[in-house]
């Protein structure tokens, strides 16, 4: 094996967060060599994994979008609007240059004498169905590898799955070759890629199901910005408007947020109020779309145009709220005895938590538990030198997080080079070694299936600055810019 680069940085992946390291790289640390390592063929990390039908965001692309590149399109984008975005990013800023595809990174050592990361990949595929290894050094790791494995989406098991004769499939792996013409399909879930899937085949479909053992909250309105529609007619500078809008939906979404904390069923009234206007006050709200928590506790899926209540309404799809008793031959039994016939059951069900892209990680030859630590504002690690992982936001747009952490570890980098320093370790202070500990997310905050699986797998948080993980876009926003990086808790060397 034969060690092919030795880098300042190595971004891990290309979705929405290894273009934005790379950007803010080229842009605030310019003279820092780098690398970006992804897995696929290309560029997009969820927006390419994803191809069901009607992919699409489900929060609005103002501030999915990167805050310097503006959005000129409807506020929810499909995944093809998405990837076109970030094509442009990076032909605008030559980033195509830094990005090495099809590379796989399997393992990931650092060694404290070297003060680098060895990492290993294997590019491509071979006849035996091993890469090509590849093995480069980096001072810094940016793990921008998201939350969950992008090989295989989470089925629970249910009794009887294999006897079922139709054609079973996850979202996140979806044949190209479906057809669903006139067939009937069994929709499993209420999350946003149900929300997506039920109105995208119900024209085609025989008829689609959703079916659901819970229900989820859904926000309903038109797929477009009225304030982003007036600043267009005014002929103001698409870089205005991108940050005017992006500043309204901020305001907008810590709103909900808040009232969803505070004045839980009035948010709910609101919800429902945007249902009723399309399905009619005759409509079961309870239990289809009323679910047990309060709203916000997971993650709030907008509907554009009301699409899938539009589904609904005009007797393409419908909803069962049941829970699954066995799959049959010909479809699913329910507890309530009934069976919902089949052709196609699609198990939108979920995410398997990735945590570290299973990338196999030790510190001077140690196996790294990475739930044994404690982050350091969300960005780092307690006792992980040089490595940062950028985690969005689960109530506000992820890519606003990837753009303020990017600003963040520019001026960390920036910094040790002022200091002269090659290592930086956050490390608890006597002071802080005994605080409180909590999960990564604290489950009365938020609390998806995924997150719920997987959080022993992931570092913990303290009780105080700066070992918190705010998950709170209008706190970091002010927070983060102005972090005093030499107040102890980062170990400079
Ligand atoms: C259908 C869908 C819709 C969503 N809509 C929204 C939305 O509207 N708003 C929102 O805020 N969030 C949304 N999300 C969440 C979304 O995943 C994140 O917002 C965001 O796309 C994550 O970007 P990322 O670059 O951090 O990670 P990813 O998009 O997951 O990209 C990570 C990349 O890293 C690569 N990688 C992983 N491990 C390795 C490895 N070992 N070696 C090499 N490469 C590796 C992967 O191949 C992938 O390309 C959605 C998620 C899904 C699935």
Known sequence: MEAHADVDVLVVGAGISGIAAAYHLTTQSPDRSFVVLENQESFGGTWRTHTYPGVRSDSDLFTFGYRFKPWTGTPIATADKILEYMGEVIDENDLDQYIRYNHTISDASWSSEHKRWTVTASLGDSDDGEGEPVVMTAKFLWMCQGYYRHSEGYTPTWPGMDSFEGDLVHPQTWPDDLDYADKRVVVIGSGASAATLVPAMANDAAHVTMLQRSPTYFATGRNSNELAEMLRELDIPDEWTHEIVRRKVIHDGSMVAKMSRLEPEMVKEELHQGIRDILGDDYPLDPHFTPSYRPWHQRL?????????????????????????TFVEKGIQLANGETLEADIIVTATGFNL??????????DDQPMDFSET?????????????????????????????DL???????????????????????????????ELAPWVKPDDFNPGYIRRGIHLLPKQGDRDPWIHTQEYVVDKEVLPTVDLDDGSLVFE
Not at 376 to 400: C, D, K, Q
């Open 374 to 402: 404690v982050t350091w504002r969300g960005a780092m690690f307690s006792g992980i030198p040089n490595m940062t992982w950028v985690f969005g936001y689960f109530r506000a747009s992820w890519t606003l997080r990837a």
């Open 354 to 363: 990735n945590v570290l892209g299973d990338i196999d990680f030790t510190i």
């Open 301 to 325: 899926a907008f509907v554009p145009d009301g699409d899938l209540f539009h589904a609904i309404k005009d007797g393409n799809a419908s909803v069962e709220t049941q829970e699954i008793e």
């Open 405 to 435: 952490l990017a600003d963040l570890v520019c001026r960390l980098l920036n910094h040790m080079d002022e200091r002269g320093a090659d290592v930086v370790t956050p490390t608890l202070t006597d002071a802080d070694a005994d605080m």
